[in-house]
Protein backbone atom coordinates (compact mmCIF):
# COMPACT_ATOMS: atom_id res chain seq x y z
CA UNK A 1 0.00 0.00 0.00
CA UNK A 2 1.09 3.36 -0.71
CA UNK A 3 2.48 5.39 1.80
CA UNK A 4 0.13 8.83 0.66
CA UNK A 5 -3.33 9.06 1.71
CA UNK A 6 -4.11 6.35 4.68
CA UNK A 7 -6.96 6.61 6.99
CA UNK A 8 -6.17 5.67 10.48
CA UNK A 9 -8.87 3.85 12.71
CA UNK A 10 -10.69 1.76 9.86
CA UNK A 11 -12.27 -1.22 10.53
CA UNK A 12 -11.20 -4.64 9.43
CA UNK A 13 -14.70 -4.26 7.04
CA UNK A 14 -13.59 -0.74 5.61
CA UNK A 15 -10.45 -1.49 5.15
CA UNK A 16 -11.22 -5.16 2.73
CA UNK A 17 -13.68 -2.94 1.58
CA UNK A 18 -10.94 -0.79 0.24
CA UNK A 19 -8.62 -3.51 -0.95
CA UNK A 20 -11.20 -4.89 -2.81
CA UNK A 21 -12.22 -1.46 -4.51
CA UNK A 22 -8.84 -0.89 -5.29
CA UNK A 23 -8.46 -4.30 -7.23
CA UNK A 24 -10.96 -3.67 -9.00
CA UNK A 25 -10.30 -0.27 -9.72
CA UNK A 26 -6.41 -1.50 -11.23
CA UNK A 27 -7.87 -4.06 -13.26
CA UNK A 28 -11.41 -3.30 -14.56
CA UNK A 29 -11.48 0.48 -14.98
CA UNK A 30 -7.71 1.85 -15.21
CA UNK A 31 -6.77 -0.25 -18.15
CA UNK A 32 -10.11 0.71 -20.19
CA UNK A 33 -10.65 4.47 -18.93
CA UNK A 34 -8.47 6.08 -21.71
CA UNK A 35 -10.63 4.27 -24.51
CA UNK A 36 -14.07 4.80 -23.13
CA UNK A 37 -13.30 8.08 -22.04
CA UNK A 38 -12.42 9.16 -25.69
CA UNK A 39 -15.25 7.24 -27.15
CA UNK A 40 -17.76 9.27 -24.36
CA UNK A 41 -19.58 5.35 -23.75
CA UNK A 42 -21.22 4.49 -20.99
CA UNK A 43 -19.24 2.06 -18.86
CA UNK A 44 -21.43 -0.44 -18.60
CA UNK A 45 -19.34 -3.61 -17.81
CA UNK A 46 -17.23 -1.82 -15.04
CA UNK A 47 -21.19 -0.83 -13.83
CA UNK A 48 -22.41 -4.63 -13.92
CA UNK A 49 -18.96 -5.23 -11.83
CA UNK A 50 -19.79 -2.81 -9.39
CA UNK A 51 -23.35 -4.15 -8.97
CA UNK A 52 -22.12 -7.48 -8.49
CA UNK A 53 -19.61 -5.49 -5.77
CA UNK A 54 -22.44 -4.51 -3.97
CA UNK A 55 -21.52 -0.75 -4.09
CA UNK A 56 -24.58 0.73 -4.89
CA UNK A 57 -25.73 -0.65 -1.52
CA UNK A 58 -22.62 0.77 0.55
CA UNK A 59 -24.43 3.04 2.54
CA UNK A 60 -27.85 2.01 2.55
CA UNK A 61 -28.74 0.21 5.78
CA UNK A 62 -29.28 -3.59 6.22
CA UNK A 63 -32.58 -4.18 6.91
CA UNK A 64 -33.17 -2.85 3.10
CA UNK A 65 -30.24 -5.17 1.52
CA UNK A 66 -27.45 -2.90 1.43
CA UNK A 67 -24.31 -2.49 3.10
CA UNK A 68 -25.33 -0.14 6.03
CA UNK A 69 -21.74 1.23 5.74
CA UNK A 70 -20.41 5.00 6.69
CA UNK A 71 -20.14 8.21 5.12
CA UNK A 72 -16.19 7.80 5.51
CA UNK A 73 -16.16 4.47 3.82
CA UNK A 74 -18.32 5.64 1.06
CA UNK A 75 -16.03 8.78 0.63
CA UNK A 76 -13.00 6.54 0.77
CA UNK A 77 -14.33 4.08 -1.68
CA UNK A 78 -14.91 7.27 -4.21
CA UNK A 79 -11.42 8.36 -3.87
CA UNK A 80 -10.51 5.02 -5.02
CA UNK A 81 -12.63 5.03 -7.65
CA UNK A 82 -12.02 8.65 -8.84
CA UNK A 83 -7.90 7.49 -8.92
CA UNK A 84 -9.58 4.67 -11.33
CA UNK A 85 -11.38 7.31 -13.62
CA UNK A 86 -13.77 10.12 -11.72
CA UNK A 87 -17.16 9.23 -14.34
CA UNK A 88 -17.21 6.10 -12.34
CA UNK A 89 -17.27 7.96 -9.17
CA UNK A 90 -20.04 10.34 -10.48
CA UNK A 91 -22.22 7.56 -11.45
CA UNK A 92 -22.33 6.40 -7.62
CA UNK A 93 -22.28 10.03 -6.28
CA UNK A 94 -25.67 11.01 -7.38
CA UNK A 95 -27.17 7.68 -6.40
CA UNK A 96 -25.47 7.64 -3.02
CA UNK A 97 -26.81 11.32 -2.42
CA UNK A 98 -30.31 10.38 -3.10
CA UNK A 99 -30.23 7.10 -0.89
CA UNK A 100 -29.21 8.78 1.96
CA UNK A 101 -31.85 11.48 1.18
CA UNK A 102 -34.60 8.72 0.98
CA UNK A 103 -32.86 7.28 4.43
CA UNK A 104 -32.53 10.41 6.68
CA UNK A 105 -35.80 12.33 5.24
CA UNK A 106 -38.07 9.63 3.12
CA UNK A 107 -41.62 8.26 4.64
CA UNK A 108 -41.85 4.58 5.41
CA UNK A 109 -43.23 3.67 2.24
CA UNK A 110 -40.78 5.56 0.01
CA UNK A 111 -37.74 3.70 2.08
CA UNK A 112 -39.50 0.14 1.53
CA UNK A 113 -40.23 0.39 -1.83
CA UNK A 114 -36.77 2.45 -3.37
CA UNK A 115 -34.17 1.31 -1.20
CA UNK A 116 -33.96 -2.65 -1.16
CA UNK A 117 -33.99 -1.84 -5.07
CA UNK A 118 -31.37 1.21 -5.03
CA UNK A 119 -29.40 -1.01 -2.61
CA UNK A 120 -28.65 -3.81 -5.64
CA UNK A 121 -28.61 -0.85 -8.46
CA UNK A 122 -31.85 -1.88 -10.31
CA UNK A 123 -32.78 1.45 -9.41
CA UNK A 124 -30.45 4.28 -9.62
CA UNK A 125 -30.84 7.89 -8.41
CA UNK A 126 -30.54 11.62 -10.01
CA UNK A 127 -30.46 14.96 -8.09
CA UNK A 128 -31.69 18.32 -9.89
CA UNK A 129 -31.49 21.72 -8.39
CA UNK A 130 -29.47 23.53 -11.00
CA UNK A 131 -31.73 25.45 -13.35
CA UNK A 132 -30.56 27.02 -16.92
CA UNK A 133 -30.87 30.16 -14.50
CA UNK A 134 -29.97 28.90 -11.84
CA UNK A 135 -26.63 27.41 -10.05
CA UNK A 136 -25.22 28.78 -7.31
CA UNK A 137 -28.31 30.87 -6.08
CA UNK A 138 -31.06 28.88 -5.06
CA UNK A 139 -33.36 30.69 -4.60
CA UNK A 140 -33.34 31.75 -7.99
CA UNK A 141 -35.23 28.32 -8.82
CA UNK A 142 -38.14 29.01 -11.04
CA UNK A 143 -39.65 25.46 -11.91
CA UNK A 144 -42.64 24.84 -9.66
CA UNK A 145 -45.13 22.32 -8.09
CA UNK A 146 -48.40 23.38 -8.16
CA UNK A 147 -51.12 21.75 -5.79
CA UNK A 148 -54.07 19.82 -7.87
CA UNK A 149 -56.51 18.18 -5.43
CA UNK A 150 -54.31 15.21 -4.23
CA UNK A 151 -51.89 15.49 -7.01
CA UNK A 152 -49.14 17.88 -7.57
CA UNK A 153 -48.50 18.97 -11.13
CA UNK A 154 -44.66 19.87 -12.26
CA UNK A 155 -43.09 22.86 -14.74
CA UNK A 156 -40.21 23.95 -15.49
CA UNK A 157 -36.42 23.19 -16.69
CA UNK A 158 -33.55 21.14 -14.88
CA UNK A 159 -29.93 21.20 -15.68
CA UNK A 160 -26.89 19.37 -15.03
CA UNK A 161 -28.25 16.14 -14.01
CA UNK A 162 -25.53 13.37 -13.66
CA UNK A 163 -27.20 10.55 -14.32
CA UNK A 164 -30.03 11.94 -15.99
CA UNK A 165 -31.18 9.08 -18.62
CA UNK A 166 -29.96 5.87 -16.62
CA UNK A 167 -31.37 6.90 -13.36
CA UNK A 168 -35.35 5.98 -12.52
CA UNK A 169 -35.69 8.22 -9.60
CA UNK A 170 -34.31 11.65 -9.52
CA UNK A 171 -34.86 13.88 -6.01
CA UNK A 172 -36.00 17.34 -7.72
CA UNK A 173 -36.11 21.14 -5.82
CA UNK A 174 -39.15 22.95 -6.97
CA UNK A 175 -41.26 25.98 -5.48
CA UNK A 176 -43.84 24.76 -3.74
CA UNK A 177 -45.82 28.21 -2.43
CA UNK A 178 -46.39 27.44 1.26
CA UNK A 179 -47.18 30.73 2.21
CA UNK A 180 -43.39 31.11 4.23
CA UNK A 181 -41.50 34.26 4.76
CA UNK A 182 -38.41 32.87 3.42
CA UNK A 183 -38.46 31.49 -0.38
CA UNK A 184 -36.37 28.76 1.40
CA UNK A 185 -39.38 27.65 3.43
CA UNK A 186 -41.20 27.85 -0.30
CA UNK A 187 -39.27 25.17 -1.73
CA UNK A 188 -40.09 21.15 -2.15
CA UNK A 189 -38.27 18.31 -2.59
CA UNK A 190 -40.18 15.93 -5.15
CA UNK A 191 -39.10 11.78 -5.89
CA UNK A 192 -39.68 11.72 -9.60
CA UNK A 193 -39.62 8.33 -10.96
CA UNK A 194 -39.43 7.71 -14.57
CA UNK A 195 -38.04 4.88 -17.16
CA UNK A 196 -34.24 4.93 -18.27
CA UNK A 197 -33.49 6.31 -21.21
CA UNK A 198 -33.86 9.34 -23.12
CA UNK A 199 -36.81 11.23 -24.87
CA UNK A 200 -40.00 11.08 -22.40
CA UNK A 201 -39.27 8.75 -19.86
CA UNK A 202 -42.34 9.62 -17.44
CA UNK A 203 -45.73 11.42 -18.33
CA UNK A 204 -44.43 15.14 -19.23
CA UNK A 205 -41.12 14.12 -18.13
CA UNK A 206 -38.38 14.37 -21.02
CA UNK A 207 -34.60 13.94 -20.60
CA UNK A 208 -33.85 15.76 -24.39
CA UNK A 209 -29.90 14.19 -24.43
CA UNK A 210 -26.73 14.43 -23.82
CA UNK A 211 -24.66 17.25 -23.07
CA UNK A 212 -21.19 17.12 -24.31
CA UNK A 213 -18.68 18.29 -22.15
CA UNK A 214 -14.75 19.05 -22.47
CA UNK A 215 -14.24 16.37 -19.84
CA UNK A 216 -16.31 13.50 -17.23
CA UNK A 217 -17.32 11.69 -19.92
CA UNK A 218 -18.62 8.37 -20.35
CA UNK A 219 -21.35 9.23 -17.27
CA UNK A 220 -24.13 11.37 -18.95
CA UNK A 221 -25.05 15.04 -18.01
CA UNK A 222 -28.70 16.20 -18.82
CA UNK A 223 -31.27 18.42 -18.75
CA UNK A 224 -34.53 17.61 -17.48
CA UNK A 225 -37.83 19.36 -19.13
CA UNK A 226 -41.03 18.94 -16.57
CA UNK A 227 -44.01 19.69 -18.85
CA UNK A 228 -47.34 19.09 -16.60
CA UNK A 229 -45.71 16.15 -14.86
CA UNK A 230 -48.85 15.09 -12.55
CA UNK A 231 -47.52 13.21 -9.05
CA UNK A 232 -49.19 12.07 -6.04
CA UNK A 233 -48.89 14.30 -2.84
CA UNK A 234 -46.47 10.99 -1.77
CA UNK A 235 -44.18 11.74 -3.73
CA UNK A 236 -42.68 14.62 -2.03
CA UNK A 237 -39.64 13.76 -0.04
CA UNK A 238 -40.82 12.23 3.45
CA UNK A 239 -44.67 12.95 2.44
CA UNK A 240 -47.04 15.99 2.31
CA UNK A 241 -46.41 16.98 5.67
CA UNK A 242 -42.86 17.79 4.49
CA UNK A 243 -44.28 19.68 1.79
CA UNK A 244 -41.90 23.32 2.21
CA UNK A 245 -38.57 21.58 3.76
CA UNK A 246 -37.01 21.07 0.15
CA UNK A 247 -34.07 23.16 0.79
CA UNK A 248 -33.32 22.26 3.88
CA UNK A 249 -33.43 18.31 2.81
CA UNK A 250 -31.18 19.11 -0.41
CA UNK A 251 -28.70 21.36 1.87
CA UNK A 252 -28.16 18.29 4.00
CA UNK A 253 -27.57 16.02 0.82
CA UNK A 254 -25.27 18.76 -0.51
CA UNK A 255 -23.03 18.17 2.61
CA UNK A 256 -22.47 14.61 1.56
CA UNK A 257 -22.10 15.59 -1.76
CA UNK A 258 -19.38 17.80 -0.79
CA UNK A 259 -17.67 15.49 1.06
CA UNK A 260 -17.91 13.51 -2.09
CA UNK A 261 -16.66 15.92 -4.39
CA UNK A 262 -13.53 16.49 -2.07
CA UNK A 263 -12.68 12.43 -2.32
CA UNK A 264 -12.71 12.91 -5.79
CA UNK A 265 -10.38 15.13 -5.72
CA UNK A 266 -8.09 13.18 -3.60
CA UNK A 267 -8.27 10.43 -5.78
CA UNK A 268 -7.45 12.16 -8.90
CA UNK A 269 -4.64 13.90 -7.08
CA UNK A 270 -3.24 10.72 -6.22
CA UNK A 271 -3.37 9.28 -9.92
CA UNK A 272 -1.71 12.51 -10.91
CA UNK A 273 0.69 11.60 -8.68
CA UNK A 274 1.50 8.53 -9.54
CA UNK A 275 1.65 8.98 -13.20
CA UNK A 276 4.32 12.10 -12.23
CA UNK A 277 6.36 10.32 -10.10
CA UNK A 278 6.69 7.44 -12.04
CA UNK A 279 7.54 9.22 -15.27
CA UNK A 280 10.11 11.43 -13.38
CA UNK A 281 12.10 7.95 -12.23
CA UNK A 282 12.07 6.57 -15.75
CA UNK A 283 12.09 9.89 -18.48
CA UNK A 284 16.00 11.16 -18.48
CA UNK A 285 17.40 14.39 -19.43
CA UNK A 286 20.91 15.88 -18.97
CA UNK A 287 21.91 12.37 -18.16
CA UNK A 288 19.91 11.75 -15.24
CA UNK A 289 15.93 10.64 -14.22
CA UNK A 290 13.90 13.77 -13.80
CA UNK A 291 13.53 12.81 -10.22
CA UNK A 292 17.13 13.67 -9.37
CA UNK A 293 16.67 17.11 -10.58
CA UNK A 294 15.85 19.22 -7.29
CA UNK A 295 13.34 21.22 -9.44
CA UNK A 296 11.48 18.45 -9.90
CA UNK A 297 11.60 16.89 -7.07
CA UNK A 298 10.46 19.97 -4.66
CA UNK A 299 6.84 19.16 -7.13
CA UNK A 300 6.59 16.35 -6.15
CA UNK A 301 7.40 16.97 -2.48
CA UNK A 302 4.42 19.87 -3.10
CA UNK A 303 2.26 17.78 -4.54
CA UNK A 304 2.39 14.92 -2.18
CA UNK A 305 2.04 17.28 0.93
CA UNK A 306 -0.95 18.46 -0.50
CA UNK A 307 -2.57 15.44 -1.21
CA UNK A 308 -2.29 14.97 2.57
CA UNK A 309 -3.79 18.23 3.90
CA UNK A 310 -6.55 17.42 1.46
CA UNK A 311 -7.17 13.58 2.13
CA UNK A 312 -7.03 14.48 6.14
CA UNK A 313 -9.76 17.27 6.04
CA UNK A 314 -12.01 15.15 3.63
CA UNK A 315 -11.66 12.36 6.51
CA UNK A 316 -12.49 14.71 9.39
CA UNK A 317 -15.68 15.73 7.51
CA UNK A 318 -16.97 12.30 6.86
CA UNK A 319 -16.17 11.64 10.94
CA UNK A 320 -17.99 14.67 11.81
CA UNK A 321 -20.92 14.15 9.51
CA UNK A 322 -20.90 10.40 10.57
CA UNK A 323 -21.07 11.27 14.28
CA UNK A 324 -24.06 13.41 13.79
CA UNK A 325 -22.47 16.70 13.92
CA UNK A 326 -22.79 19.62 11.68
CA UNK A 327 -20.27 19.58 8.93
CA UNK A 328 -21.22 22.64 7.00
CA UNK A 329 -17.91 24.07 7.32
CA UNK A 330 -15.61 21.12 7.86
CA UNK A 331 -17.15 20.35 4.41
CA UNK A 332 -16.72 22.94 2.66
CA UNK A 333 -13.26 23.46 3.78
CA UNK A 334 -12.25 20.24 2.48
CA UNK A 335 -14.30 20.61 -0.98
CA UNK A 336 -12.82 23.87 -0.88
CA UNK A 337 -8.92 22.60 -0.82
CA UNK A 338 -9.03 19.41 -2.35
CA UNK A 339 -10.70 20.46 -5.62
CA UNK A 340 -7.97 23.70 -5.30
CA UNK A 341 -5.19 21.48 -4.70
CA UNK A 342 -6.33 19.15 -7.23
CA UNK A 343 -5.97 21.23 -9.76
CA UNK A 344 -2.50 22.08 -8.70
CA UNK A 345 -1.57 18.74 -8.73
CA UNK A 346 -2.74 17.94 -11.83
CA UNK A 347 -1.21 20.85 -13.66
CA UNK A 348 2.03 19.76 -11.63
CA UNK A 349 1.97 16.43 -12.87
CA UNK A 350 1.02 17.76 -16.55
CA UNK A 351 4.12 19.86 -16.80
CA UNK A 352 6.75 16.71 -15.27
CA UNK A 353 5.45 14.95 -18.26
CA UNK A 354 6.51 17.95 -20.72
CA UNK A 355 4.92 17.69 -24.66
CA UNK A 356 3.82 13.41 -23.72
CA UNK A 357 1.52 15.34 -21.55
CA UNK A 358 -0.45 16.82 -24.37
CA UNK A 359 -0.70 13.56 -25.87
CA UNK A 360 -3.86 11.73 -25.80
CA UNK A 361 -2.05 8.37 -25.10
CA UNK A 362 -1.16 9.88 -21.79
CA UNK A 363 -3.30 9.51 -18.98
CA UNK A 364 -2.50 12.84 -17.39
CA UNK A 365 -4.02 14.70 -20.57
CA UNK A 366 -7.47 13.18 -19.31
CA UNK A 367 -6.72 14.35 -15.27
CA UNK A 368 -6.46 17.56 -17.33
CA UNK A 369 -9.63 17.86 -18.22
CA UNK A 370 -11.66 16.28 -15.53
CA UNK A 371 -10.22 18.47 -12.48
CA UNK A 372 -11.68 21.70 -13.42
CA UNK A 373 -15.31 20.09 -12.95
CA UNK A 374 -14.51 20.21 -8.85
CA UNK A 375 -13.91 23.66 -8.80
CA UNK A 376 -17.87 24.26 -10.11
CA UNK A 377 -19.32 20.28 -8.73
CA UNK A 378 -21.73 21.24 -5.56
CA UNK A 379 -20.50 24.62 -5.62
CA UNK A 380 -17.73 26.89 -6.65
CA UNK A 381 -14.52 27.56 -4.35
CA UNK A 382 -16.39 31.22 -3.96
CA UNK A 383 -19.33 29.66 -2.36
CA UNK A 384 -17.21 27.36 0.21
CA UNK A 385 -15.83 30.48 0.88
CA UNK A 386 -19.08 32.15 1.89
CA UNK A 387 -20.12 29.05 3.54
CA UNK A 388 -17.03 28.96 5.55
CA UNK A 389 -16.51 32.79 6.61
CA UNK A 390 -20.44 32.48 7.82
CA UNK A 391 -19.68 29.82 9.82
CA UNK A 392 -16.36 31.20 11.26
CA UNK A 393 -18.02 34.69 12.31
CA UNK A 394 -20.85 32.70 14.27
CA UNK A 395 -18.39 31.09 16.26
CA UNK A 396 -15.99 34.02 16.71
CA UNK A 397 -18.48 36.25 17.07
CA UNK A 398 -17.94 39.38 19.55
Not at 51 to 70: A, H, N, P, Q
Request: contains cysteine; charged residues 25%.
Amino acid sequence: MARLAQTPGLTDVQRSILETVREFADKEIIPHAQRLEHADEYPTDILDGMREMGLFGLTIDEEYGGLGESLLTYALVVEELSRGWMSISGIVNTHFIVAYLISQHGSADQKARLLPRMATGEVRGAFSMSEPECGSDVSAIKSKAVRDGDNYVLNGQKMWLTNGAYSSVVATLVKTETGADSVYGNMSTFLLEKEPGFGETAPGLTIPGKIDKMGYKGVETTEMVLDGVTVPASAVLGGEEKVGRGFYQMMDGIEVGRVNVAARACGISIRAFELAVAYAQQRRTFGQPLAKHQAVAFKLAEMGTKIEAAHALMVNAARLKDAGQRNDVEAGMAKLLASEYCAEVVQEAFRIHGGYGYSKEYEIERLMREAPFLLIGEGTSEIQKTIISRGLLKEYKL
